[in-house]
């Protein structure tokens, strides 16, 4: 069988997502709800819309949260802008999706001076970001059409992982980018990271091979390298909160809409627990949720409310990008045992017995992850891969047409 490789890079934050909704299924039975009815998890009722908007109008602070590769999701997302807009359109976007040091390309697209594809050359993307741009475009262009402030509110990637390899108190002054320290996780934010660290041991995960392993979650609390992983989330959760909290502080009249990943968000522990410790805490969290999600009872401290959305099918997402190899992994990287006629791999100069050893900067230890990597790749970019091609190292460029379609 020919493996068509594909991409999308999981990172901590997608992760995150997914798991927080499996640890929420295991206390889930049936539940009698459907597509578009609010749900309010502290009570397990249904909420009509105005009994929600009508509570939002004391929020300073509203959170969109996302599984990133849902258009349903994000179709809720734009929906939500517009109800939320109609009401007060004082407003100011925050997007995870970007780090602070590309702002000015955010800028300069809410002024309307750029196009879509300017747009994406100058704020790098597909490097920063990497999924796929259709799913937030509806969003920018709202925020254009409606000439909103919008926010970059992630940092450079470059922080969160020296963090990661030093920890926090190991970085200078310089180095931590002018962030304040990271309130302290909760002891519930531990153990829901820890769950999540294991998973990804268990995934091979940094191990030299792809065989699964089956951590101990009491050696992975006491562990320094998890407490470095568990440092460097607080160190994004910080950075973010800190980004809505300016755009707060620079106007308190406005609301300020942030659209970020849900394993930031859900249960208070990641954005809002670092928003209440700068002393803002007229902030609500929102959540979509998949009509075949099975929510009886929903945990308490989920969210504000959730949203029940269509669940999507393959079919319903956008056309990926293909790379065109059949593959495996080995010791060196992964293997190219064959490559497709006229595809992206064969134009980018990719020939069989080629060791693809990373993609954009990533390591490619196994089938898995190139192909993670491959999905995130937006029509019309170029993905740089590191060959090892015999005895010599080589770099080529996968070239993706301009639509997937």
């Known amino acids: 069988m020919i493996i068509i490789a594909r991409i999308c890079f999981v990172s901590t934050c997608l992760l995150l997502s997914l798991f927080s909704l499996a640890q929420a ?3 889930a039975g049936s539940c009698d709800h459907h597509v578009a009815q609010w749900l309010d998890p502290a009570s397990g009722e249904t909420l009509a819309g105005e009994q929600i908007f009508k509570k939002l109008e004391r929020s300073r602070i509203v959170l969109l949260g996302e599984s990133h590769t849902s258009m349903a999701h994000h179709r809720w997302q734009q929906y939500m802008l517009s109800a939320l807009h109609s009401r007060n359109t004082n407003m100011v976007v925050g997007l995870e999706m970007l780090p602070r040091s590309k702002q000015s390309a955010l800028d300069a697209w809410s002024a309307g001076t750029l ?3 300017e747009f994406l050359e100058q704020s790098e993307w597909q490097k920063v970001w990497g999924y796929n741009a259709r799913f937030y475009l ?9 000439r909103l402030p919008t926010v970059a509110l992630n940092i450079d990637r470059e922080l969160v992982s020296q963090v990661g390899e030093k920890g926090w108190q190991g970085l200078t002054e310089e180095q931590r980018m002018g962030l304040s320290d990271p309130a302290p996780a909760s002891d519930d934010y531990r153990n829901s990271l820890a769950e999540l660290y294991a998973y990804k041991l268990s995934m091979g995960d940094g191990a030299e091979d792809d065989k699964s392993v089956e951590p101990d979650l009491d050696e992975v609390l006491r562990s ?5 992983f568990v440092e460097a989330q607080l160190t994004w959760d910080r950075a973010m909160a800190e980004a809505l909290a300016a755009a707060h502080r620079r106007d308190p009249s406005a609301i300020v809409v942030g659209i970020i990943g849900r394993g930031h968000l859900e249960y208070g522990y990641g954005i809002p627990h670092q928003l209440a410790d700068m002393g803002i805490k007229d902030v609500d ?16 401290e989920l969210a504000t409310a959730v949203f029940v959305v269509d669940a999507e099918n393959g079919a319903a997402a956008p056309p990926r990008p293909l790379l065109g190899v059949m593959i495996e992994s080995g010791d060196e990287g992964v293997r190219v045992m064959q490559v497709v006629a006229d595809s992206v791999a064969a134009k980018s100069g990719i020939v069989e017995g080629d060791v693809i050893q990373s993609a954009a900067g990533f390591k490619t230890v196994s089938n898995s992850a190139l192909i993670e990597i491959i999905q995130r790749q937006a029509p019309g970019t170029w993905l740089p891969l590191q060959i090892l091609r015999g005895d010599k190292s080589i770099e080529l460029q996968a070239r993706f047409p301009q639509s997937f379609e």
């Open 138 to 146: 509806p969003l920018l262009h709202f925020a254009r059409l409606n």
């Open 285 to 300: 969290v929102l959540l979509p949720i998949d009509s075949d999600f099975q929510c009886d009872p929903l945990p308490a």
């Open 115 to 117: 196009t879509e594809q």
């Open 224 to 228: 320094d390298a998890f407490s470095y």
């Open 25 to 27: 299924s295991e206390t």
